[in-house]
């Protein structure tokens, strides 16, 4: 008797079950699709979005940083220009430096070129901050050059 009871209770546990779960209509399918139709409308807007954005930033950082490329280029023509050593080992040692400032400025023009528009946000961020770090390295040592060979001439 008590295995009966327990059979039609699962049956009526089963039963119960199949009918809470079809419940759902057509029309209630129908409006489900379509949200997930607008949801993904909306993730492709914000995806494109997002691209545009991310073009437009990449843009702008190439050029401000070509700007500040090209002033180093012409602070180390200046330096060049400026050279003024009697002693032969400390001109050798000046010229030394400028021509190492000018191949990083050249390095860091390079790898602005050859960076690429699809790489991963993280990467662009990681990319950007070591350029503008090596952009201030080169630019203080330009100053500390120009500093220098001020020094020297007094």
């Known amino acids: ?13 089963f039963i119960s079950f199949g009918m809470i779960a079809c419940n759902e209509t057509p029309a ?13 409308e909306n993730a ?17 950082f190439r050029q401000e940083s070509e700007l500040k490329l090209q002033a180093n280029d012409d602070r180390i023509a200046e330096l060049k220009l400026k050279m003024t050593s009697d002693k032969k080992d400390l001109k050798i040692k000046y010229e030394k430096k400028i021509n190492e400032l000018e191949m990083k400025n050249n390095n860091l023009k390079t790898k602005l070129k050859d960076r690429k528009d699809g ?3 993280t990467s662009w961020a990681s990319f950007k901050q070591t350029i503008n770090e090596e952009m201030d390295e080169v630019g203080k040592s330009i100053s500390e050059m120009a500093q220098k060979n001020m020094e020297s001439k007094d």
């Open 1 to 13: 008797m008590k295995t009966n009871i327990l059979k039609v209770a699962i049956i009526a546990g």
């Open 28 to 40: 209630d399918k129908e409006v489900k699709v379509e949200e997930a139709q607008e949801n993904l």
């Open 44 to 60: 492709q807007q914000n995806l494109e979005q997002a691209t545009t954005d991310s073009i437009n930033e990449y843009a702008q």
């Open 119 to 121: 790489d991963s946000q």
